[in-house]
């Protein structure tokens, strides 16, 4: 790294560099406030342009792009209850209804926080633990990812607002909305319905904003929800929330690395760091009835985690050539557009590059900060419009962001129908998150699972191949302990009753 420390500096005093980073934090926080605009769009939008740029120039502007893109989506999901990205599937469950209690402002200012210091914690632990945490990233086999997803599944019981019937059920209809598409193994096309667009299954957007959006907007039009106000800069908030914040560094510590780990392991996404993040908070927290209420606690773990696993996502590109999340994907294509291969060679071959990226995403995730601090609250206020304008524009967003993902109308109707349905659902007492957490988790559990009978059959122990790799049975004690924790939790609350 010594070698490298002139042409690094060069890079990062560039004022030009210094502006395309700034600049990239900043559109890439207002494509991820947009509903329907994701952080992979944008790059994926971005990706022609960076074929003209320096090396160093195109990785800056990207990983700017990357960061602001999935801080950003936190604001629509606090005032709109809709996830700009779906990294922001967790916020919604404390930041609207800290919305609707008016507390926006506090709750944008406590993400923009809890987003800077995530990402920091994650871009340090890219600078310095990449290698050792590419090593660990290695021994995740298709057994690691079934109970990986079976202990993401046994979250249902905590997302589960009032009834834990409702949420199993949920669980079960997002699961079989996985199902949708060409078998990860076999390659047998289910459900599709003659339809060739559902062959690739469900696109996670359409999905997020069907089941988080459409309900909302429904409610706004039948008066169910008040418009938001538009957001005034009180004096004071960013000072308490400072303080509050300096007083949990262990709840900060807990919910990077949850990102961080989650980021190395390629499919995982922001959405699961998130989620798995929200769950811990819940499960440490001493008032777990406050959460989905508007707890601030839930809002901070939820955005530590899902900018904490930006850098962790990054780990497995730059070490092993293999992009932790989509974002990460179109990044190894600006990459390959340059002639650079990401691997194992990449540090040797281009020591220069990869550690001004490195330092560069730190920096990033600085000016993300400050930008969210000074303003994500006007940002926010073209979402706190009055209902009429507010509703109309929310649903062009949506069936605009909805068609431009694959250019399909099937899924204008896919968005249409399922947020009818979900709609529905919402006013029989069922939560969206459950569905999606089956969503997402779903076909990650099918394809591990598949992937290891196929391979125990092999081997001729198909037992041995579950229940006795050390990281296997790591996950088997923490879905027992994840499972056993509101039961106990419930037992003893019952106990207390009876005894008062």
């Avoid at 957490?437 to 092999?458: F, N, T, Y």
Wanted: with cysteine; charged share 10%.
């Amino acid at each position: 790294m010594i070698d490298s420390i002139p042409s690094v500096m060069s890079s990062l005093t560039d004022p030009f560099n210094i502006l395309l980073l700034c600049t990239g934090v900043l559109v890439g926080m207002i494509v991820g406030a947009l509903p329907g605009l994701t952080a992979t769009m944008a790059l994926a939008l971005l990706l022609p342009f960076t074929f003209t740029m320096q090396p160093e120039m195109s990785l800056m502007t990207m990983g700017g792009l990357y960061v602001g893109g999935i801080y950003g989506g936190c604001i629509s999901a606090i005032l709109i209850n809709t996830p700009g990205t779906p990294s922001a599937i967790a916020t919604t469950f404390d930041g609207f209804p800290l919305a609707k209690k008016g507390k926006a402002a506090h709750a944008l200012i406590a993400a923009a926080m809890s987003s800077g210091i995530g990402g920091i914690i994650g871009g340090m632990a890219l600078l310095f633990l990449t290698p050792i945490l590419a090593k660990w990233a290695l021994s995740f086999g298709p057994s690691e990812y079934f109970w990986v997803a079976v202990l993401g599944l046994t979250m249902i019981a905590t997302l589960s607002s009032g009834s834990l019937l409702k949420g199993l059920i949920g669980g079960c209809i997002g699961l079989l909305l996985g199902t949708v598409g060409i078998s990860p193994v076999g390659g047998e096309s289910r459900y599709t319905f003659g339809f060739s667009g559902l062959q690739s299954g469900l696109d996670m957007v359409v999905i997020l904003i069907a089941f988080f959006c459409v309900p909302e907007v429904i409610s706004m039009i039948e008066n169910k929800i008040k418009p938001q106000k538009a957001l005034k800069k009180e004096k004071g908030i960013s000072k308490k929330i400072f303080f509050y914040i300096i007083k949990k560094p262990v709840f900060f510590i807990r919910s990077s690395l949850i990102g961080i780990i989650t980021g190395i392991i390629p499919g995982a996404g922001g959405n699961v760091a998130a989620l798995l993040s929200y769950d811990a908070a819940i499960r440490f927290s001493k008032d777990k009835k406050s959460f989905g209420k508007g707890n601030m606690d839930g809002v901070m773990a939820a955005e530590t985690s899902n900018n904490a696993e930006v850098g962790g996502s990054l780990v497995p590109l730059l070490s092993l050539g293999i992009p932790g999340a989509p974002p990460a994907a179109i990044m190894l294509g600006a990459l390959m557009m340059q002639g650079i291969t990401p691997g194992p060679n990449l540090m040797n071959d281009h020591p220069g590059l990869v550690y001004t990226f490195l330092i560069a995403f730190i920096l990033a995730n600085v000016i993300m900060l400050f930008f969210g601090l000074i303003g994500s609250q006007t940002i926010g206020n073209v979402l706190t419009l009055p209902i009429w304008y507010l509703a109309p524009s929310i649903v062009f967003l949506t069936v605009v962001g909805t068609y431009t993902i694959r250019n399909s109308l099937l899924d204008v109707a896919m968005l249409v129908g399922f947020g009818l349905i979900a709609y529905v659902l919402k006013n029989a007492g069922f939560h969206p998150a459950p569905i999606v957490l089956g969503l997402i988790l779903g076909p990650i559990a099918e394809r591990g699972l598949i992937q290891s009978i196929l391979l125990g059959k092999a081997s001729g122990n198909i037992w041995t191949l579950f229940f006795s790799r050390p990281v296997t049975v790591v996950l088997i004690i923490l879905c027992i302990i994840s499972i056993a924790g509101p039961i106990v939790s419930s037992i003893l609350k019952s106990k207390a009753r009876e005894g008062v």
